[in-house]
């Protein structure tokens, strides 16, 4: 049994023993794990509770410590339980039979397979406006996705991952006003200046960068141009024109890039819907009427918001920005972001009634296909999309009212899907070191120099191109894996330098808590010390090394399990002084599947980050400690060597899930 399967069966033994023998039933069985192994291997403070609920119960007053006595000697029935011992007033510390869980465990997988049978749950993230190239914020939205959709399915759900594509908002509309009234071209000009681009090894999207943070600052001083802007904006959205056209072909292309962008960090997509066909599918039409027909909305005839569709709902003390995002239709008839959302995240709970058309956007190198709607009839065989149990949108900290508004709205809707249908996995802000800022070639005045932190603005072209940064990174692991290892191929050294800066880049923005502001920092990132990405990788290239070595000697690790097998003197190791550092081991690999069950219940990967730091640095102090291949004890030996084993597998395990390779060597 899995320590999951484990403290399954104790809680419900729990449970069913407090109805029993009390007569009452915990609201939540909390199960904890002792600091050291001498104190147990999971612990139970539920005799507290229970004593509090029968004296609500009875009026009488029992004794915890009484009352753990009696749980306890009904979970000394299991067995896989050696011992148990009540600690203080009540606490129940469960030590577990080490011999029995180490030899089920040498051989399970680290996070068990299972079933797809569950319902869907959709996940979406990056969510960049197609205008120009993503930056490092983009970049910390979409390794939070990535993360938390391989968290998801590490715990067996069946998940869709979608990037929403706002085509037709603002941002895309000021780009276009760059290319057809700054730069006078049209579509035939900008395709060919397009292929002029990638003939000089340029992108797209950096190239409209630089127009996006032209454009806003003859905004400032150019009126005539700044009122184009609402001209191209009312053409993007209407469609079938010229100026649509146009647009369709920039956001196309900039998501391309983008999708480009992404790939270099592992990161993919199932669908890339866009705003255009929730307008011209008429997605926000059939919202719009059946948040009518609820009376969910309703018209404002009068005062500041008159003439506008709001949504009425009392938060936030009447702030004016708060009731900004509760309207969902302006008084020009203009549908708001919000409005849009309500209508997108109906489709995605499968409970609007309509559908999207689809068309195949890219195929990966392995074959795996991400598709994008459209608004011409279906002609493709498509998988189906949409539907999900439970959305996950990941949108920074600032959405947090206006994602508050689309899940009210969604709940007054389909009030048996409720409110915990949607949820928003919000994030902080990132912005970089001074060093950092340097690095990339920003010039900082020598107030800069002193902040904590420099800030970025991309309206203003102030800002840090998520490929860029890759670039930086995997030159600056290239020159440390040249520095080790300068002999081998030109090619294993850019794989292990990309590796190293992949792992250095998504460890860094995942070891942080969510609402936590991420300050990034290169030589803190790329560090082989502390709490970093290049440390966990180093560790399980470490564990890996050890198996090289005794394959060599003729040597593998089941043959080792089969000697532990048959072996009297386990039980005495594992009880011995030595045996506590190996049995500690032991149990701290075995936790890789309830850390990814934490972390999918807290919706925080910072949580599977930690457990494989925590992993990495125990790895490397069970490494120092034990002569593993060389201990002269044949049966001692065989069990460092399958405790070292789960513990490779367990961290190259949580690695995978963090999105981060383990290079072959370092």
Not at 520 to 537: I, P, R, V, Y
Request: net charge negative; hydrophobic share 40%.
């Amino acid at each position: 049994m899995t320590l999951i399967e484990i403290q399954k069966a104790l809680r419900d033994a729990v449970r069913s023993t407090a109805i029993t023998e009390f007569g009452v039933e915990p609201d939540t069985i909390a199960v904890e794990t002792p600091p050291k192994t001498e104190l147990g291997d999971i612990a139970f403070p539920v005799a507290f509770e229970l004593a509090k609920k029968i004296k609500e119960s009875t009026g009488e007053k029992q004794n915890p410590r009484a009352i753990a006595e009696v749980l306890k000697k009904k979970l000394e029935e299991f067995d896989f339980v050696a011992r148990i011992e009540i600690a203080g007033p009540g606490y129940l510390n469960i030590f577990l039979d080490r011999t029995q869980f180490l030899l089920n465990n040498a051989v399970a997988d680290p996070l068990p397979a299972r079933g797809t049978n569950t319902a869907k749950v959709c996940v979406e993230h990056t969510s960049v406006n197609p205008n120009k190239a993503a930056h490092i914020g983009h970049v910390r939205n979409s390794v939070l996705g990535d993360t938390f959709q391989r968290i998801l399915t590490a715990t067996g759900k069946q998940v869709e991952v979608q990037n929403y594509i706002d085509n037709t908002g603002v941002q895309v509309a000021d780009v276009v006003v760059g290319f057809m009234f700054t730069l006078n071209m049209n579509l035939n000009e900008i395709t060919t200046l397009d292929k002029e681009l990638i003939a000089q090894g340029k992108s797209f999207d950096y190239y409209c960068w630089d127009l996006y943070a032209q454009v806003g600052q003859k905004y400032q001083t150019d009126e005539v141009l700044k009122a184009k802007r609402v001209e191209v904006l009312h053409l993007i959205e209407e469609g079938n024109n010229v100026t649509a056209e146009l647009a369709d072909y920039v956001a196309t292309r900039n998501v391309q890039c983008i999708t480009d962008t992404m790939e270099r960090l592992s990161i993919r997509y199932d669908l890339l819907p866009r705003e255009s066909e929730i307008l011209h599918l008429h997605f926000w039409d059939k919202a719009f009427d059946e948040m009518k027909r609820l009376g969910v909305i309703h018209y404002v005839d009068d005062g500041a918001h008159a003439g506008c569709w709001v949504m009425p709902w009392e938060s936030h003390e009447g702030s004016d920005d708060h009731e900004a995002d509760k309207i969902l239709v302006r008084s020009n008839g203009t549908v708001t972001y919000t409005g849009k959302d309500i209508a997108y995240q109906m489709w995605k709970l499968g409970i609007l009634g309509l559908d999207f058309n689809y068309k195949l956007f890219h195929a990966y190198p392995d074959g795996k296909e991400v598709w994008i709607t459209t608004p011409d009839q279906e002609e493709e065989q498509h998988p189906h999309f949409g539907g999900g149990e439970t959305i996950y949108n990941v949108i920074d900290t600032r959405q947090s009212y206006p994602q508050e508004v689309v899940k009210k709205g969604v709940a007054a809707i389909a009030p048996e899907r409720g409110e915990k249908a949607s949820v928003h996995l919000s994030y902080e802000m990132v912005a970089l070191s001074p060093a950092a800022a340097e690095e990339l070639g920003f010039e900082l005045t020598d107030d800069d120099k002193k902040r904590t932190f420099i800030e970025m603005s991309g309206r203003k072209g102030l800002g840090v191109k998520a490929d860029d940064l890759i670039d930086r990174l995997e030159a600056n692991a290239l020159a440390e894996v040249e520095s080790r290892h300068s002999d081998i191929p030109a090619q294993d050294k850019a794989l292990i330098a990309h590796q190293l800066a992949v792992g250095a880049l998504r460890y860094f923005l995942l070891k942080f808590t969510r609402n936590t502001v991420i300050v990034f920092d290169f030589k803190e990132a790329l560090s082989f010390d502390g709490e970093t990405g290049c440390f966990c990788q180093y560790s399980a290239v470490r564990a890996n090394s050890i198996f090289r070595k005794l394959a060599d000697k003729g040597d593998s690790v089941e043959v080792c399990r089969a000697k532990l097998e048959n072996a009297e003197r386990l039980t005495e190791i594992l009880t011995s002084e030595t045996g506590k550092d190996i049995w500690s081991m032991a149990t701290l690999a075995s936790r890789l599947d309830e850390a990814v069950h934490q972390a999918a219940s807290a919706n925080e990967p910072a949580i599977l980050a930690k457990y494989a730091f925590n992993l990495a640095k125990a790895f490397n102090l069970f490494y120092h400690n034990h002569k593993i291949i060389a201990e002269p004890d044949a049966i001692q030996r065989a069990l460092l060597v399958v405790v070292a084993d789960m513990a490779r597998r367990a961290l190259t395990e949580a690695l995978a899930t963090l999105g981060i390779e383990v290079p072959e060597k370092m």
